[in-house]
Nanobody
Framework: QVQFVESGGGLVQPGGSLRLSCAASGIIFRLFAMGWYRQAPGKQRELVATISNGGTTTNYVDFVKGRFTISRDNAKNTVYLQMNSLKPEDTAVYYC???????????WGQGTQVTVSS
């Protein structure tokens, strides 16, 4: 069974940093592009960053470009999201899942809460 376990969230002041991790199992991790998604209260889940299966290509939505960095370790079946210069509008539950061009798995993890507040 596919499983994603996210960790690393927390409460941070504006301008602060966090590093999220996501351990994947039940998939041949190295074959899939991965993505980080987020869902803010009252909003739909959105994709914020993707990384190719080999880790050589990354993409970001405009509002996180220059602040977030996605990376992966295929030996550990883990994907990371380094978040710097955090803003209150980054407050959301963050999830990882398979990224484009493949559709996300229907199995979503519990996510990790990121709260940016002074």
């Amino acid at each position: 069974q596919v499983q994603f376990v996210e960790s690393g969230g927390g409460l941070v002041q504006p301008g602060g940093s966090l590093r999220l991790s996501c351990a994947a199992s039940g998939i041949i991790f190295r074959l899939f592009a991965m993505g980080w998604y987020r869902q803010a209260p009252g909003k739909q889940r959105e994709l914020v960053a993707t990384i190719s299966n080999g880790g050589t290509t990354t993409n970001y939505v405009d509002f996180v470009k220059g602040r977030f960095t996605i990376s992966r370790d295929n030996a550990k079946n883990t994907v990371y999201l380094q978040m710097n210069s955090l803003k209150p509008e980054d407050t959301a539950v963050y999830y990882c899942n398979v990224g484009p061009p493949s559709p996300p798995s229907s199995y979503w993890g519990q996510g990790t809460q990121v709260t940016v507040s002074s």
